[in-house]
């Protein structure tokens, strides 16, 4: 049965869980399909995590080898595809603990980069796991800067054959996810040579094992790069290329091509590439961060609930410690926040859909909006994630730090989110670089892109809240947001004028100016979050009890913004010292309402017990019976430890005697 | 070989440096003398061929218990043989052999003995000191239960006396009732020291020990009655057997309870203890030692940060110029040395408190505790408040390593999940802060009705007078002067009287709606942590200030005066909203601190690897490739990798196993 503490929380629900659950979900249809995929995958034994927390990294990699090659099984089966509506589900479903995902990013560079030619000879090779690829761009000594990359291609007009080479050790391509065991074949890029002349960098296929025993192909060396904070399923590679050939149809060339007599052609507009980094940068921020916080604020509300400490009222049982008010000033913001980041998705989705019709038509006007939206929200959103998957853990005490609360292994796997797909500060930086563009514009009279139309508005000096109830008014808070942003945009930018009219270069200027720069984005971006939440939140009208939880998670959002950054409202008197109690006060109070749904809420994001793996977040709420069942499993207690016979039984019995 | 080649980077940075960074390493390590020593234990670990093994990161957690329970036993053991019995160079020993994780015998080192020689009568000790002093018998002290932690009043385990046979029946009554936590219970002792509420003559006397054996002697194996085990993975510690230990119907004789002060006589009579203020000392011991480690865990995070920050060279900071080194970067400099700073009044703080703990423990043994609150007070926010910050500053250490931060060939985060831990055990965070906060809310009442208050908080007293005289808080704003110490001294000072001030009036606001005192004390709580919070703030900035005077070597102190202006402004640029909101500091003063920080991360920059040098880590004990001395991070990374289990055989089994057959069907 369920936790008596756990089932009196859902009694009390303000709303209806199952109409929040749909709402989430896109449509009461949406959460049928999503219940459907979820149940047919954790059905299957095959796909089972339930060891997962006790196995060493190579048992970790080879159940995600097997659970790749049986999901393609197992789609086939259920008739689904990878284009089809049920292939974001499926991924939530298996929790990403699968292997070949680079596979996938393989097939998709090939798409994007490759001719016609090409496509119709690797793609259906790939699709049929004829050979497996991965995508090595990333090298031991350079990352982010692409044009530092030190692999060489060299044409060999002789031959019509590139010479691939890694000419010193910081060259080697270092992390690319499925290439330190599985892959045969990788996208490689390389500093292209020909004639002796560098025309920077350039995709090639390379073979990099034997396609009948799979060993390593001449002149290549690979392996797995070592034990990481997690990701232990995955075999992130090294590849060193010693005088590797390839012919010159391997070259991926839909953009630029070398032609038999070296001749090097540069046809249509690269912007594309540009389109694919933000494609990838918008998608990750759902399920690599969003849901882990759902998952992680799910497990230690839950728990919360149940775990009992210390008395609030003399002579009383022990209280559930979700009523100490610091326990929910940690998690209630988290939970606010995850709701903030599931529809800040929905609105870069719909930008991005708009914004990829457009190209389509050939019309690429929305690009810069949609790269920087895209990087900026990157980073704050995996950042603020990650942090609060790290308060939700050490919110849950001593047993938060057991792999078998599910905390520790979401904490570390979401980390890996702030640093891949561009690293948060330079991500940051590339945003303010549009901001800074679009505040001079504005400034100026000129158009700018929609979402930074407010730069150029006129705004109030004060904020005109008179007690603590109209920090409940969106209206307030977020032309607060707002006036904020624009503080520290146009300040930073005046800082950036002066200081190169005082005749520091351009680009020294900008790296004094760095810090205050990162900031700005990253309020742009807060702001940004807080208007959609707001803004959506109105357009719920219809959906009454839904409606008024949602307002109080966006209130509760908005505030808790302001109360741990009073210094940049308070800075310019905008926010007065007065009213900066109020805010505290509303806050503190909010914190209190939307304790009571709390466990509602969390259920809504409508987690199995089998996808949270965790011995302290399950639904029924039998915390301690399940921690104790599951520590018993333990390979510690059912293996005898050679320790015992080797080191501990001449411990006890006979060394020490000598002393 | 390799050894001799320095990266010409990490050279050029050291010959840069304006001091000389053994100077400070004796600072740090409290004079020259004592470096000496430690570098001599040092080498006598480090030389040893028996305390060598296979790299950590390719062990199973199984052969990661067994290479540590090895290396214990033979510690034990050389300690001994070479005469070492000084508590700080035990400490310098087992860190040198375990470099610097956590191992089996940690809690029969550290609590076992100890509880035996402060809680046992004479005639306890003949029995189990000597056996446990040899290892025949390993104990642990098994407190925490599956349901409770903390609050020790809701312990569940009971000890029931039985006149009729003098024994005390022992029992897990509940699930949560089981012990769980307890380091060393897993698999490696033999006996635990086990809290439980006593029952006897049907009446429950409270928390009391037991001295209970849990393991057959020359089996091992558990007693009937006793089910132990280990609890299985968790987020670090993997060489712990952090254990759970069940208790059915369990007898002992009564001569296994600790009766040194509470007693239960034969027939079963109770004879309370004197006090039991005694027992803060342990535990203002044990937090003053993790405010120590707090600084050097993080040092150890900055020390590999800054070394690899100086080697990496990434993207470009001038048009057609070379890719410089990211520590050229400000944003970089932002993450890093405000840490490194941090790390340094940490140490100091460290050093504080063991110092001062050393000295009223002569005076608790004289029978005066009158220092011991305020003390007891002190540690607990420092301790919550180091172990945050540090735990957070090992994290952005990491993450401005980039990648590479995240292989644990970087060694960042094995030090992460060795420390976490310290924010939640001997006191959960939170609760630490509270704790600090009744002193403070103590301190304010006691001002508020006219008494004074002495030592950390005697800011407190000035607050009646700022009342009667509201220009004194007008004044303070044109006084902080953003380039001295002393000031900012006064400035975190100000914050702190502010900001105990309002929790308490709120405190006394929620008390006049005649609410509960806990309800009250609950609804404030968020504000008191922050009053906590502030307190420590100013505490920290006032010693690292209070440190510079003592320096003797100017270009020393020059340097270590530049790190105490970044801590303290970079403290105010981080929480510029509480002294915006007190008038402490204008808007153009805020402007002038943030561009202070940035000015000086610029200055410290070229003394920034000569300032991790001085933290004197040894390669072995750092356990970073990224980290390494010589800087030569690349060749040693493909090195590393190149032993990674998932290499051992060059075609994986999965090929044949599951991709092969794959390949085949499709």
Known sequence: ?659 | RRKTMMNADLRRERAAATFQPELLTHILDGGAERTRRRKEIEALVLNDPDFQHEDLNFLSRSQRYEQAIRKSSLMVMKLREYGIADPEEIYWFKSFVHRGRPEPLDLHLGMFLPTLLTQATPEQQDRFFMPAWNLEIIGTYAQTEMGHGTHLRGLETTATYDPATQEFILNSPTVTSIKWWPGGLGKTSNHAIVLAQLYTQGQCKGLHAFIVPIRQLGTHEPLPGITVGDIGPKFGYDEMDNGYLKMDNFRIPRENMLMKYAQVEPDGTYVKPLSDKLTYGTMVFIRSLIVGDSARSLSRACTIAIRYSAVRHQSELKPGEPEPQILDYQTQQYKLFPLLATAYAFHFVGAYIKDTYRRISGDINEGDLSELPELHALTAGLKAFTSWTANAGIEECRMACGGHGYSRCSGIPDIYVTFTPSCTYEGENTVMMLQTARFLVKSYTQVSSGQRVTGMVSYLNDLSSQRIQPQHVAARTVTVRINDPVSLVEAYKARAARLVEAAAKNLQAELKQRKSKEDAWNRTSVDLVRASEAHCHYVVVKLFTAKLSEISNAAVRAVLTELCLLYALYGISKNTGDFLQASILTDAQITQVNQRVKELLAIIRRNAVALVDSFDFHDVHLGSVLGRYDGNVYENMFEWAKKSPLNKTEVHVSFHKHLKPMQAKL
């Open chain 1, 1 to 659: 049965g369920v936790n008596p503490d756990l089932a009196s929380e859902r009694q009390t629900a303000s709303f209806s869980v199952e109409k929040l659950t749909a709402w989430l979900d896109g449509g009461a249809e949406q959460t049928r399909l999503r219940r459907a995929v979820v149940e047919a995958i954790e059905r299957d034994p095959v796909f089972s995590r339930e060891n997962q927390y006790f196995q060493s990294q190579n048992e970790r990699y080879e159940a995600a080898v097997r659970k790749a090659v049986h999901l393609q099984k197992k789609m086939h089966e259920m008739g689904w595809s990878h284009e089809g509506p049920e292939s974001k589900y499926i991924y939530r479903a298996v929790a990403g603990d699968i292997a070949f995902l680079l596979h996938r990013v393989f097939m998709r560079s090939i798409s994007v980069l490759g001719s016609d030619e090409q496509i119709a000879k690797w793609i259906p090779l790939a699709s049929q796991y004829q050979l497996i690829g991965s995508y090595a761009q990333t090298e031991l000594g350079h990352g982010t800067y692409l044009q530092g990359l030190e692999t060489t291609a060299v044409f060999d007009v002789a031959t019509q054959e590139f010479i691939l080479n890694t000419p010193k050790i910081s060259a080697m391509k270092w992390w690319p996810g499925d290439m330190g065991r599985s892959a045969t074949h990788t996208v490689v890029f390389a500093q292209l040579y020909v004639h002796g002349k560098c025309y920077g960098i350039h995709p090639f296929i390379v073979q990099i094992r034997s396609l009948q025993d799979h060993s390593l192909c001449p002149g290549i060396i690979a392996g797995d790069i070592g034990p990481k904070m997690n990701f232990e399923h995955i075999d992130n590679g090294y590849l060193m290329l010693q005088n590797v050939r390839v012919p010159r149809e391997n070259m991926l060339n839909k953009f630029c091509e070398v032609q038999p007599d070296g001749t090097y052609v540069r046809r249509g507009s690269q912007k594309i590439n540009y389109f694919t980094m933000t494609s990838v940068r918008i998608s990750l921020i759902s399920g690599e961060a969003v849901t882990p916080l759902m998952k992680a604020c799910t497990i230690a509300i839950r728990y919360s609930a149940v775990r009992r400490q210390s008395q609030l009222k003399p002579g009383e049982q022990e209280a559930k410690i979700l009523d100490y008010q610091t326990q929910q000033e940690k998690l209630l913001p988290q939970l606010a926040a995850a709701y903030a980041f599931h529809l800040i998705d929905d609105y870069l989705q719909e930008l991005f859909d708009r914004g990829y019709r457009e190209i389509q038509r050939k019309n690429f006007d929305t690009l810069p909006e949609l790269h920087a939206l895209s990087s900026g929200f990157k980073a704050m959103v995996t950042q603020y994630c990650t942090s609060g998957v790290e308060i939700c853990l050490r919110a849950c005490g001593g047993h938060g730090y057991s792999l078998l609360s599910g905390l520790p292994s979401l904490y570390t796997k979401i980390i890996a989110s702030c640093i891949y797909e561009g690293e948060n500060t330079i991500l940051l930086l590339q945003t303010a670089r549009f901001l800074v563009k679009s505040f001079m514009a504005a400034s100026t009279g000129q158009s700018v892109p929609p979402s930074v139309t407010y730069l150029a508005a006129a705004k109030s000096r004060k904020c005109p809240a008179k007690n603590k109830s109209d920090f409940l008014s969106p209206a307030i808070y977020t032309e607060a947001y707002q006036h904020m942003a624009v503080r520290l945009i146009s300040s930073t930018a005046a800082k950036l004028q002066d200081l190169i009219q005082s005749g520091v270069k351009k680009h020294d200027a900008w790296n004094r100016c760095t810090v205050q720069l990162a900031q700005a984005a990253k309020a742009h971006c807060h702001y940004i979050t807080v208007k959609n939440f707001a803004e959506t939140v109105e357009k719920l009208e219809s959906k009454a009890g839904i409606q008024k939880i949602m307002k109080h998670l966006c209130d509760l959002f908005a505030l808790h913004g302001i109360f741990s950054n009073t210094g940049v409202f308070l800075h310019d008197g905008y926010i007065s010292g007065a009213q900066m109690d109020m805010v505290t006060a509303s806050y503190l109070d909010l914190l209190a309402i939307i304790r009571k749904d709390a466990v509602p809420l969390v259920d809504a994001f409508d987690f199995t017990d089998k996808s949270l793996n965790s011995a302290l977040g399950c639904y029924d709420g039998q915390v301690y019976q399940r921690l104790y069942e599951w520590a018993r499993k333990s390979p510690t207690n059912k293996q005898i430890s050679p320790a015992y016979e080797k080191y501990l039984k001449p411990l006890l019995h006979n060394t020490l005697s000598k002393l």
